[in-house]
C-alpha cells in the first residue's frame, strides 16, 4: 500500500539534545512538507521541499533542519535551539505543486516530548 | 499570505446535513480553496478542495461564494465518525506554493 510512514510514533528527550524524525512515502511525490502541532492549535509549516535536494523554511523554521537526498525522503532535525520542541510533528506530501491544485497526505505523526 | 477564520466550534445531529463556514476575505485569484480533517492524534485527512466552481465528491460537498471570500462544506449526513476538526486553508498559486496555512480549525462534534 501507497502512504507515508513516520518514525517513531513518540519519542523523548532530553533537554539540550538533538534528534532526528523519520518521513518517508512511497507515493511517488515530488513535494514534502513539515508541520508542528501544539494542543488545540492549528498546522504551522516548518519546511518544505518541491524537489529533490532543494527546499525552503516555512513560518516557523528556527530551530530546525532538513534534508532531501532521496525523493522518498524528508527527515527533521529538531536541533537545541529549538525554544519549545514539545509537540506533535506531521510529515505530508504531494506531487509537484506549482498552482495549489493537489491535496497533501498526511503521516500519522511523531509526538515529540522533550524531559 | 491569505488567511482563513471558522468558527471555533459546531454541533450537529447524526444523520442531519452539516455546513461548516469559511470566511477568506483577501483571497487572492488563484489560490485555491481546500479541505482537510483530523481526528485526535492522526494526520488531517484530505476532503475537498476548489477555485471558483461547487464542488462535490464522496465525502463531501463544498460552496464557493461567487466572490470567492467565503465557502461552505457541507455534509449531507453526518454519522458520528464525522466529528473531527475541519481546516478550511488557502494553497497559493506562486513560487511558495507549497505553502499552507492552517488556522485553528473546526470542532465538529456529532451527537447520537
Redo the contacts between chains.
Keep these: 500500500d501507497g502512504g507515508?510512514t513516520q518514525s517513531p510514533k513518540y519519542l523523548f528527550r532530553k533537554e539540550g539534545q538533538n534528534v532526528t524524525l523519520s518521513c518517508e512515502q512511497n507515493l511517488n511525490h515530488d513535494?514534502m512538507?513539515w508541520?508542528r502541532q501544539d494542543p488545540?492549535?492549528?498546522?504551522?509549516?516548518i519546511y518544505?521541499?518541491?524537489i529533490v535536494n532543494d527546499f525552503?523554511k516555512?513560518?516557523i523554521a528556527e530551530g530546525y533542519s532538513v534534508s532531501r537526498e532521496k525523493k522518498e525522503s524528508f527527515p527533521l532535525t529538531v536541533t537545541s535551539a529549538q525554544k519549545n520542541p514539545t509537540a506533535?510533528y506531521?510529515c505530508?506530501s504531494s506531487i509537484f505543486?506549482?498552482?495549489?491544485?493537489n491535496?497533501?497526505?498526511?503521516?500519522?505523526?511523531t509526538?515529540l516530548t522533550v524531559l | 499570505d491569505a488567511k482563513t477564520t471558522q468558527p471555533n466550534s459546531m454541533e450537529s445531529n447524526e444523520e442531519e446535513p452539516v455546513h461548516l463556514p469559511c470566511n477568506h476575505s483577501t483571497i487572492s485569484g488563484?489560490?485555491?480553496i481546500?479541505w482537510?480533517r483530523q481526528l485526535p492524534?492522526?494526520?488531517?485527512?484530505?476532503v475537498i478542495?476548489g477555485?471558483t466552481s461547487n464542488v462535490n465528491n464522496r465525502m463531501a460537498s463544498l460552496a464557493i461564494a461567487e466572490d470567492r471570500k467565503s465557502s461552505t462544506l457541507i455534509l449531507h449526513r453526518a454519522t458520528l465518525r464525522d466529528a473531527a476538526v475541519y481546516?478550511c486553508i488557502?494553497?497559493?498559486?506562486n513560487t511558495?506554493?507549497?505553502?499552507?496555512?492552517?488556522?485553528?480549525?473546526t470542532t465538529l462534534t456529532v451527537k447520537p
Design positions: 507515508i513535494a512538507y508541520y488545540g492549535q492549528g498546522l504551522r509549516l518544505y521541499s518541491q525552503q516555512g513560518d506533535f506531521l505530508a505543486d506549482y498552482l495549489g491544485n491535496e497533501q497526505f498526511f503521516g500519522p505523526g509526538r | 488563484t489560490d485555491y481546500h482537510y492524534s492522526q494526520g488531517p485527512e484530505y478542495h477555485l481546516y488557502l494553497r497559493s498559486s511558495n506554493a507549497g505553502k499552507s496555512t492552517f488556522g485553528d480549525g
